[in-house]
């Protein structure tokens, strides 16, 4: 079986392994594939071992996420429009099936598109042509469409908030990709890969205290890979003696004030302070004092950054950190 670590696809476990063996023999043949699992299970890192194991891997790989999308615009973003088509539209565009002609276009949060857009789609699946909108003529496209869903479409069919149709067409072939309560050691596994990765990142040492593996097989994952990855990442950043604690192994914080003796708004930016002073800390462990790189991590502009740095007189760090405001 080849290795799909490469796509993020980790686990020995025999439930996760029998899916990735699935990919592997729907990676063989060209036609629709309705990818279903709850929210985190990984169902786009499977639509790309899909796309990249198969014979379109040269081709483009298009994802959509229809869930983000408004109504008004999906039907558009999928088959393009023609200038002058609704009031925005002051350019044509060619659209995202355009797009991955040749390759993949993964439709994820399916269950999102309208009715309207689902009939547009059906259309397209059934002979790979499409309309622009506000265009009249018909335009094709060699795409195989993958799909995802944490829905169960079937009972949205009963509802008919989905066409039963459209469910014919893209499941052709089921992928399921297991819960991560019901892969059998693969969360600490994944745990491990997540901690070496962070190290790597940060070019800083840390190791999960011994109760964080107690916590990662009791927790029932909910939201699943996702999860457990912004578990590890906001222990690794929020540590500060090279121990990774999760969930219930890590310390209570202690209570800001005995409860009903202080204001809302005063307890909340109390809270919101402490929070900023741990998370900023982290950060500059982690990166060693170094603000461009801190500020890039926590997705703001490095003067912002260094004026949080600032505020929250974190230059005293230099005790731990020697020159820390200094290092850029």
């Given at each position: 079986m080849e290795n799909l670590s490469r796509f993020n696809l980790i686990g020995s476990s025999p439930?996760?392994?029998?899916?990735?063996?699935?990919?592997e023999k729907m990676a063989r043949v060209d036609v629709p594939v309705l990818i279903v699992g709850e929210t985190g299970t990984g169902k786009e890192l499977a639509a790309r071992a899909l796309h990249y194991t198969g014979a379109r891997a040269a081709g483009p790989f298009v994802p959509v996420n229809c869930g983000a999308l408004t109504e008004a615009l999906l039907e558009s973003e999928l088959f393009g429009h023609e200038r002058g088509a609704f009031t925005d539209a002051k350019h044509a565009s060619p659209g995202l099936a355009a797009e991955a002609d040749g390759g993949t276009l993964f439709l994820d949060e399916v269950d999102a598109l309208s009715l309207k857009a689902q009939a547009a789609l059906l259309r397209f699946l059934q002979d790979?042509?499409?309309r622009r909108v506000g265009g009249?003529?018909?335009?094709?496209?060699?795409?195989?469409?993958?799909?995802?869903?944490?829905?169960?479409?079937?009972?949205?069919?009963?509802?008919?908030?989905?066409?039963?149709?459209?469910?014919y067409r893209i499941n052709v072939l089921t992928l399921a990709m297991p819960a991560l309560r019901q892969?059998?050691?693969?969360?600490?596994?994944?745990?491990?890969?997540?901690?070496?990765?962070?190290?790597?990142?940060?070019?800083?040492?840390?190791?999960?205290?011994?109760?964080?593996?107690?916590?990662?097989?009791?927790?029932?994952?909910p939201g699943n890979v996702r999860e457990l990855e912004n578990q590890v990442h906001r222990a690794f950043l929020l540590s500060e003696d090279g121990y990774l604690r999760l969930g219930t192994t890590a310390?209570?914080?202690?209570?800001?004030?005995?409860?009903?003796?202080?204001?809302?708004?005063?307890?909340?930016?109390?809270?919101?302070?402490?929070?900023?002073?741990?998370?900023?800390?982290?950060?500059?462990?982690?990166?060693?004092?170094?603000?461009?790189?801190?500020?890039q991590l926590a997705g703001q502009d490095r003067s912002?950054?260094?004026?949080?740095?600032r505020k929250l007189d974190l230059q005293g760090m230099g005790r731990v950190l020697p020159n820390l405001v200094n290092k850029s």
């Open positions: 439930q996760f392994q029998a899916a990735l063996r699935q990919v790979g042509t499409y009249s003529q018909s335009r094709q496209a060699d795409v195989r469409v993958l799909v995802a869903t944490n829905a169960a479409l079937d009972q949205l069919v009963e509802t008919r908030q989905f066409r039963r149709d459209l469910l892969r059998d050691g693969d969360a600490r596994e994944l745990a491990q890969t997540f901690l070496r990765r962070f190290c790597h990142q940060y070019r800083v040492q840390r190791q999960f205290h011994p109760d964080a593996f107690d916590y990662i097989a009791r927790h029932e994952w310390p209570a914080a202690a209570p800001i004030q005995a409860s009903g003796t202080m204001p809302y708004k005063t307890a909340k930016a109390r809270a919101i302070a402490e929070f900023e002073q741990r998370y900023v800390e982290g950060l500059l462990r982690c990166t060693e004092g170094n603000i461009s790189r801190a500020a912002a950054f260094g004026k949080l740095v």
